[in-house]
């Protein structure tokens, strides 16, 4: 009997050296491989750093390199020529972000919650509604005249506002989220005598906040970089937000060198094309990958369960 047990105890030991070593073969082809990925994303960025500090002459010559041969500061003073212009153009693209994200995630949530009610008699029918929208549009030139002519929001905040407020890919991904939350909680308030709206706001948002958090990030993106809206309705330098103004700059780099090397006179290397570009993606991606590492917990949390609850 007690050879047995033995037998048995050791086996186990070797099972259990064996389901270590297994876990930890696989602890180092993970690390490894996120290792791997990370330097995969990382080098990119540093290029774009050293090419922004780089000479013009030493990137046509050496091309794009991690540690700059020559360094310069020329691309951020073109870039900050003009300070007030750029601060202001931040300006505006920080109030736009801030007003459409919150705004905007407060009403996709809104209608990711009642869609996501199993009571609502017309939820199918809504949710036909939205998601045919996804496939059929009216185009350009509707939504044109539409803000021109009938909303006249021409030259203002809010046509940088309104056109990006909901999006239905977004309210999707809500509903898909609130619909994991358990209908005893809400029962359980109505009891109470709570309203909508109070469980809406005291109960759902507390319980959303993975998703919230990840649809926000979505949200505060998707207007940081745009610069459509303003190309089509903004003439108004004072409202230009930090994209368009960017574009609007290069644009300008490249149609005077265009014009100097039309009219045959020397086009001067050093003029900082290139690394202008380069200086313009630093500027324009810096202060919203900041907001990441605050939110990160959140974002990878929410993208997992609306991934497994589909």
């Known amino acids: 009997m007690s050879t047995t047990t033995t037998t048995v105890n050791a086996d186990i030991q ?6 270590n070593v297994d876990k930890l073969t696989l602890s180092i082809i993970g690390y490894v491989t996120l290792t791997i990925l990370a330097i995969f994303c990382i080098v990119p960025f540093l290029l774009v750093i050293s090419a922004s500090l780089s000479e013009e ?29 750029m ?11 801030v007003i459409g994200t919150i705004v905007g995630l407060f009403l996709t949530s809104m209608t990711a919650y009642v ?26 030139v509707p939504s044109y005249l539409l803000i021109i002519n009938f909303l006249q929001l021409k030259d203002t905040l809010l046509v940088l ?10 309210i999707i991904v809500m509903k898909s989220f609130m619909s994991s939350i358990p209908d ?48 089509l309705y903004i003439s ?27 009219s045959g006179a020397v086009v001067n290397s050093d003029l900082p094309t290139e690394s202008l ?21 959140y974002f990878v949390q929410g993208l997992t369960i609306g991934a497994v609850k589909g």
């Open 14 to 19: 070797k099972v259990r050296k064996r389901t």
């Open 57 to 85: 002459s030493s990137i046509i010559q050496n091309g794009f390199q991690i540690i700059p041969s020559t360094f310069s500061t020329e691309a951020y003073r073109l870039l900050f020529e003009y300070p007030a212009e």
């Open 87 to 97: 601060l202001r153009a931040y300006g505006v693209t920080i109030t736009v972000t």
């Open 115 to 140: 869609l996501s009610r199993r009571d609502f008699e017309w939820r199918s029918r809504f949710s036909f509604y939205f998601f045919f929208t996804t496939l059929f549009s009216g185009g350009l």
């Open 161 to 170: 506002i309104l056109p990006m407020l909901m999006n239905v890919f977004y």
């Open 184 to 231: 005893a909680i809400t029962e359980s308030a109505k009891i109470d005598g709570a309203g909508d709206f109070r469980i809406f706001m005291q109960l759902i948002v507390p319980l959303s906040k993975p998703a919230l958090a990840t649809i926000g990030l979505f949200i505060a993106l998707a207007y940081w970089n745009d610069w459509y809206n303003a190309l």
């Open 236 to 262: 108004k330098s004072d409202l230009m937000p930090l994209q368009y103004y960017l574009y609007k700059m290069l644009g300008n780099m490249d149609g005077m060198r265009k014009a100097m090397m039309a």
């Open 277 to 297: 570009k380069m200086a313009m993606t630093i500027v324009a991606t810096g202060p919203i990958l900041l907001a990441y590492p605050f939110i990160q917990k």
